[in-house]
T-cell receptor
Framework: NAGVTQTPKFRVLKTGQSMTLLCAQDMNHEYMYWYRQDPGMGLRLIHYSVGEGTTAKGEVPDGYNVSRLKKQNFLLGLESAAPSQTSVYFC????????????????FGPGTRLTVL | GQSLEQPSEVTAVEGAIVQINCTYQTSGFYGLSWYQQHDGGAPTFLSYNALDGLEETGRFSSFLSRSDSYGYLLLQELQMKDSASYFCAVRVEGGSTLGRLYFGRGTQLTVWP
C-alpha cells in the first residue's frame, strides 16, 4: 500500500496564478484533511472532509477551496495564489471513528512545498 | 476556542530521559495525541490517550490527566535519531468538529552525543 500520496512535491507560483494539489489514499479512510505548516506555527487545518462529496472549513480556509469527488481523493485548490500562501501543505487521512488507542491517529502524506513569488 | 501549550525546545544527551509537557484548553475534549516529525518529513503518529494514566510503547510513554488538562510524552534511552519535532494534538468531538485534531506548535528535541 502506498498510504497517502501528494502531487506535486514542489511548486513555485507567481502571485495570482492558480493551482490544484492532489491527495490520494489507498486505505479506504473516510476522513481526509488538508493542513498547512509554517515555521513555529505547527499544523493548521485548512479544510477537511468526512466522506465522499462532503467538505468543511478548518481554522484557516480563506483563499482555498476543496473537493472530494471520490473517496480516495481530496483536492486542494488555490484560485489566486498570494505570497502569504507560501507554506508546506500536508494531506492526511483517518478512520471514521476510533474507540481504541489509535483514535487520534492520522496518516500524513509527504507534503507539498509551495512558494508564491 | 482551542489552545495548546508546549515548550518550543528541549535538549538532552544520548541515553537520557526527556519529558515534553503539553497543557491544553479546549471544549469537547476527547483525547490527546502525540506526533513526531523529522526535518523535511511528514508527521507520524506516536500515541493517543483518551483516559487518565500512562500508555507505554517501547521507549516512548504518554501520560494524560484530564482533570488537569495536562499530558506529557516521555522518551527514554534517547538516541540521536530521536532528534525531531514533537507535537501534541487534542482530538475534539461534538458540533461541527467531527473528530478533528488541533495541534500545538511543536517542541524541537535535540539529542547530543
Amino acid at each position: 500500500n502506498a498510504g497517502v500520496t501528494q502531487t506535486p512535491k514542489f511548486r513555485v507560483l507567481k502571485t495570482g496564478q492558480s493551482m490544484t494539489l492532489l491527495c490520494a489514499q489507498d486505505m479506504n479512510h473516510e476522513y481526509m484533511y488538508w493542513y498547512r505548516q509554517d515555521p513555529g506555527m505547527g499544523l493548521r487545518l485548512i479544510h477537511y472532509s468526512v466522506g465522499e462529496g462532503t467538505t468543511a472549513k478548518g481554522e484557516v480556509p480563506d483563499g482555498y477551496n476543496v473537493s472530494r469527488l471520490k473517496k480516495q481523493n481530496f483536492l486542494l485548490g488555490l484560485e489566486s495564489a498570494a505570497p502569504s500562501q507560501t507554506s508546506v501543505y500536508f494531506c492526511a487521512s483517518s478512520y471514521l471513528t476510533g474507540t481504541s488507542g489509535r483514535a487520534g491517529e492520522q496518516f500524513f502524506g509527504p507534503g507539498t512545498r509551495l512558494t508564491v513569488l | 476556542g482551542q489552545s495548546l501549550e508546549q515548550p518550543s525546545e528541549v535538549t538532552a544527551v544520548e541515553g537520557a530521559i526527556v519529558q515534553i509537557n503539553c497543557t491544553y484548553q479546549t471544549s469537547g475534549f476527547y483525547g490527546l495525541s502525540w506526533y513526531q516529525q523529522h526535518d523535511g518529513g511528514a508527521p507520524t503518529f506516536l500515541s493517543y490517550n483518551a483516559l487518565d494514566g500512562l500508555e507505554e510503547t517501547g521507549r516512548f510513554s504518554s501520560f494524560l490527566s484530564r482533570s488537569d488538562s495536562y499530558g506529557y510524552l516521555l522518551l527514554q534511552e534517547l538516541q540521536m535519531k530521536d532528534s525531531a519535532s514533537y507535537f501534541c494534538a487534542v482530538r475534539v468531538e461534538g458540533g461541527s468538529t467531527l473528530g478533528r485534531l488541533y495541534f500545538g506548535r511543536g517542541t524541537q528535541l535535540t539529542v547530543w552525543p
